[in-house]
């Protein structure tokens, strides 16, 4: 079976590497390709902060939470792992924190120690009244990815630097499946009205006196649209800026200093760090995980 899979963020090649997993030994022969124009370091899960948490309560949604789970559990068994390290994976805790009281997130029985914050813990942040604390898992892109495409090469995959305008492009080398995981423009190969563009821009500070993840929601304005703080391995990211149907990738200052103003209104330390890095990309949009089957003809 040849299967080709388009896209080589995140979702591409973990869906690469999960086919190969469970299917090795089943299917054979198994040809997998992973075609993509952009390749690690310069995909949109290279400039994500990479911390594992859903961004919207999908409280209702079973399969979604089923997913959410399984994802947490997979990566929780790399976290001591040998490989851990080159997978840039490791525990990461924080505080969501919100300006009124707001139902418990779908996931909190996932993460690990979830617990409500403390008065004494909320006069961290004045302008906040209620929230939460919790362990979640770090997954760097930048390590992950480069991880992931050893994993891949490894076992015989094969990496396409192309642009695939078309399904039947790739039905012309003999694909069996093809996979679409192209994020935001996944609608340029397959409708869908759906999906949308959700620009975002992220500033990289050099600050090791952060050692937990900020993540504020004032819960009317939307995902990623209020400050958040995310310390990595090497430098904090910080965020906060989720511009729908805006396809620019281009870093703008405005959103800058929009982002660093209020990042540093949330943790005024954050005016002594030195800025490291700047970045631009696009998340896809949509109101649930589209996953679906489809016949070319």
């Not at 949109?44 to 947490?72: C, I, M, R």
């Not at 600050?207 to 904090?236: C, E, M, Q, R």
Request: with cysteine; aromatic share 10%; hydrophobic share 35%.
């Amino acid at each position: 079976m040849h299967i080709a899979v388009i896209g080589a963020g995140v979702i591409g090649l973990s869906s690469a590497l999960c086919i190969h997993e469970q299917y090795h030994s089943l299917v054979r022969p198994l040809k997998i390709e992973i075609y993509a124009d952009k390749f690690t370091p310069l995909t949109t899960s290279d400039g994500a902060a990479g911390l594992w948490q859903p961004y919207h309560n999908n409280e209702g949604d079973v399969q979604e939470k089923k997913w959410n789970k399984e994802t947490f559990d997979y990566m929780l068994k790399y976290v001591h792992s040998k490989e851990a390290d080159k997978m840039g994976v490791f525990l990461q805790s924080g505080y969501n924190i919100t300006k009124k009281t707001v139902p418990d997130p779908s996931w909190k029985d996932i993460v690990l120690g979830f617990r409500y914050l403390t008065p004494k813990e909320l006069e961290l942040f004045p302008s906040y009244s209620y929230g939460w604390f919790n362990t979640s898992i770090m997954i760097e892109g930048r390590s992950y990815l480069p991880w992931m495409m050893e994993q891949l090469k490894q076992r015989g995959v094969k990496f396409i630097l192309k642009k695939v305008e078309s399904f039947s492009e790739i039905t012309k080398q003999g694909a069996d499946v093809i996979i679409n995981c192209t994020g935001a423009r996944a609608g340029d190969l397959q409708p869908d009205p759906e999906l949308k563009p959700g620009r975002g821009q992220i500033i990289k500070v050099m600050a090791p006196w952060i050692k937990h993840f900020i993540l504020a929601d004032n819960a009317d304005s939307g995902a990623y649209t209020d400050p958040y703080i995310i310390p990595g391995s090497n430098l904090v990211t910080l965020g906060g800026i989720c511009q729908m149907e805006n396809w620019s990738e281009a870093n703008n200052s405005h959103d800058h200093n929009s982002i660093f103003e209020t990042c540093c209104e949330l943790v005024p330390s954050l005016k002594n760090a030195k800025i490291v890095a700047e970045w631009s990309g696009l998340r896809p949009i949509r109101n649930k995980v589209r996953l679906e089957r489809s016949e070319e003809h």
